[in-house]
């Protein structure tokens, strides 16, 4: 198991080769042999299997998840002190169960009914909306796309769009520029809306052209098509079991457990981008802001900060770094219309 301190009492997520388990440390073996865990939740089927023991054989990952916000730790994430450009979002116990409780909370929609015109009349007062696409893999060419999923900060829609294709009001919120939208490979979903449903989608940010760019910048080799499982396993640490590789959203009706595959799909768009913005593409921004905030209180008073600023000429802010982003968007070598295209 991970070389991680292990305090009784911890919530602790555990990835075994088949499940994803969520419980209370209760106990571990004097050689860490094996950990006995309280409050067992398989994390997803939601059963609950009360005190379980688990042996260091069969366990391939242990993250600890603190409800502080500022004590969590993980075992890929305990080199981020060796690495400071290692950019993670900590998770907690509080935002774990919330996005398990949106996923769970998902509202299925198949046909325009009374169900349908809230799931709309709501999403038209959101301005950021996470979209995946199930089934689309080969673009324009995909035999039949099955389900449009769309996620806001708190919610998730999950639209049958084999069966009520796209509606004009759906249309709206994928083209209409007041939206701003969050996709995984948005080629795929642009190709597939354009030929297929003749929808041309509006602005959108694409986590895996975020993720290319924040890997060319920092000299790294970068696979360009790397999925959204693995940029949330990267960045969330979240176990690569969590999701089902070999799901089908082809058949009808769809299951229940195909229908939390598709929230898992989209429930992370959001949150992916506010660490990719606010996080690692903004964060010597925000450091120059910082700087410049301090530049006339970190004086020991009101009237020294007013006389640097008369007598040095506005040396106190004129002191402050400029600003870089930090991103090289020509790092990104892609083509203009196919950058068009994402």
Same mark, same amino acid.
């Given at each position: 198991?991970?070389?991680?301190?292990?305090?009784?009492?911890?919530?602790?997520?555990?990835?075994?080769?088949?499940?994803?388990?969520?419980?209370?440390?209760?106990?571990?073996?004097?050689d860490r042999?094996?950990?006995?865990?309280?409050?067992?939740?398989?994390?997803?089927?939601?059963?609950?299997?009360?005190?379980?023991?688990?042996?260091?054989?069969?366990?391939?990952?242990?993250?600890?998840?603190?409800?502080?916000?500022?004590?969590?730790?993980?075992?890929?994430?305990?080199?981020?002190?060796?690495?400071?450009?290692?950019?993670?979002?900590?998770?907690?116990?509080?935002?774990?169960?919330?996005?398990?409780?949106q996923?769970?909370n998902?509202?299925?929609?198949?046909?325009?009914?009374?169900?349908?015109?809230?799931?709309?009349?709501?999403?038209?007062?959101?301005?950021?909306?996470?979209?995946?696409?199930?089934?689309?893999?080969?673009?324009?060419?995909?035999? &039949?796309?099955?389900? =449009?999923?769309?996620?806001?900060? !708190?919610?998730?829609?999950? *639209? #049958?769009?084999?069966?009520?294709?796209? @509606?004009?009001?759906?249309?709206?919120?994928?083209?209409?520029?007041?939206?701003?939208?969050?996709?995984?490979?948005?080629?795929?979903?642009?190709?597939?809306?354009?030929?297929?449903?003749?929808?041309?989608?509006?602005?959108?940010?694409?986590v895996?052209?975020?993720h290319?760019?924040?890997?060319?910048?920092?000299?790294?080799?970068?696979?360009?098509?790397?999925?959204?499982?693995a940029?949330?396993? &990267?960045?969330?640490? =979240?176990?690569?079991?969590?999701? !089902?590789?070999?799901?089908? *959203? #082809?058949?009808?009706?769809?299951?229940? @457990?195909?229908?939390?595959?598709?929230a898992k799909?989209?429930?992370?768009?959001?949150?992916?981008?506010?660490l990719?913005?606010?996080?690692?593409?903004?964060?010597?921004?925000?450091?120059?802001?910082?700087?410049?905030?301090?530049?006339?209180s970190?004086?020991?008073?009101?009237?020294?900060?007013?006389?640097?600023?008369?007598?040095?000429?506005?040396?106190?802010?004129?002191?402050?770094?400029?600003?870089?982003?930090?991103?090289?968007?020509?790092?990104?070598?892609?083509?203009?219309?196919?950058?068009?295209?994402?």
């Amino acid at each position: 198991m991970n070389k991680i301190d292990l305090v009784l009492g911890q919530t602790v997520l555990l990835e075994l080769e088949e499940e994803c388990l969520l419980g209370e440390l209760l106990h571990v073996g004097s050689d860490r042999s094996f950990i006995r865990l309280s409050n067992v939740r398989d994390m997803l089927t939601k059963e609950s299997y009360g005190i379980q023991t688990y042996y260091n054989s069969e366990i391939r990952n242990i993250q600890v998840i603190s409800a502080d916000k500022g004590n969590t730790q993980t075992g890929p994430s305990a080199n981020a002190r060796d690495n400071p450009k290692q950019f993670t979002k900590l998770l907690t116990l509080e935002n774990l169960q919330e996005t398990l409780e949106q996923i769970n909370n998902y509202i299925f929609i198949h046909q325009t009914d009374v169900k349908y015109h809230d799931s709309i009349r709501y999403l038209k007062t959101q301005r950021h909306l996470g979209i995946a696409m199930e089934s689309i893999e080969h673009g324009r060419h995909s035999i &039949s796309p099955s389900l =449009l999923s769309i996620a806001t900060h !708190d919610s998730i829609y999950i *639209f #049958d769009i084999k069966w009520m294709k796209i @509606t004009d009001e759906m249309r709206d919120l994928l083209s209409n520029d007041r939206y701003r939208r969050v996709l995984h490979n948005g080629r795929l979903v642009k190709d597939v809306l354009q030929h297929k449903f003749g929808v041309e989608l509006g602005k959108c940010f694409d986590v895996m052209v975020a993720h290319i760019a924040i890997g060319k910048t920092e000299g790294k080799i970068v696979e360009e098509g790397v999925s959204l499982q693995a940029c949330v396993q &990267s960045y969330l640490k =979240l176990p690569d079991k969590f999701f !089902d590789m070999n799901a089908n *959203f #082809d058949e009808r009706p769809v299951s229940d @457990t195909m229908k939390r595959e598709a929230a898992k799909h989209v429930v992370f768009l959001l949150p992916l981008q506010d660490l990719f913005i606010h996080e690692i593409m903004l964060e010597p921004f925000y450091s120059s802001c910082s700087n410049y905030l301090q530049s006339l209180s970190r004086n020991p008073d009101f009237i020294s900060s007013l006389t640097d600023l008369r007598n040095k000429n506005g040396e106190a802010i004129e002191a402050v770094a400029p600003v870089n982003l930090g991103i090289d968007v020509e790092l990104l070598d892609i083509p203009e219309q196919e950058s068009n295209r994402s």
